[in-house]
Nanobody
Framework: QVQLVESGGGLVQPGGSLRLSCAAS????????LGWFRQVQGKEREFVAA???????TYADSVKDRFTISRDNAKNTVYLETNNLKPEETAVYYC????????????????WGQGTQVTVSS
């Protein structure tokens, strides 16, 4: 069983940056693929970025060149560096973990954090 806890959300102005963190416990962190998703109330949860256990990455087209996913296996933590944020990216951001092939759909991830709110507004 893997427990995930996100942090780092908050209020940021358009064009600003935030670094989201997700601390894991309860599993062999280095073996897991890790993903970030986001959800606006009333809408489906959508894929943002993912990193495999071996370090390969994939991003949603809307965040390429602005967001960066990384992991620190020594700290059991995955990060999402977000830059040039837009108001429409206001959402609850979730991290997720899974074994197996690297996925980018909600159903491919078994473990989820509780989410951290990101609000982009002036």
């Amino acid at each position: 069983q893997v427990q995930l806890v996100e942090s780092g959300g908050g209020l940021v102005q358009p064009g600003g940056s935030l670094r989201l963190s997700c601390a894991a416990s309860g599993g062999t962190f280095r073996l897991y693929n890790l993903g970030w998703f986001r959800q606006v109330q009333g809408k489906e949860r959508e894929f943002v970025a993912a990193m495999s256990w071996s370090g390969s990455t994939t991003y949603a087209d809307s965040v390429k060149d602005r967001f960066t996913i990384s992991r620190d296996n020594a700290k059991n933590t995955v990060y999402l560096e977000t830059n040039n944020l837009k108001p429409e990216e206001t959402a609850v951001y979730y991290c997720a973990a899974a074994l197996g092939r690297l996925g980018f759909s909600v159903g491919e991830y078994r473990y989820w954090g509780q989410g951290t709110q990101v609000t982009v507004s002036s």
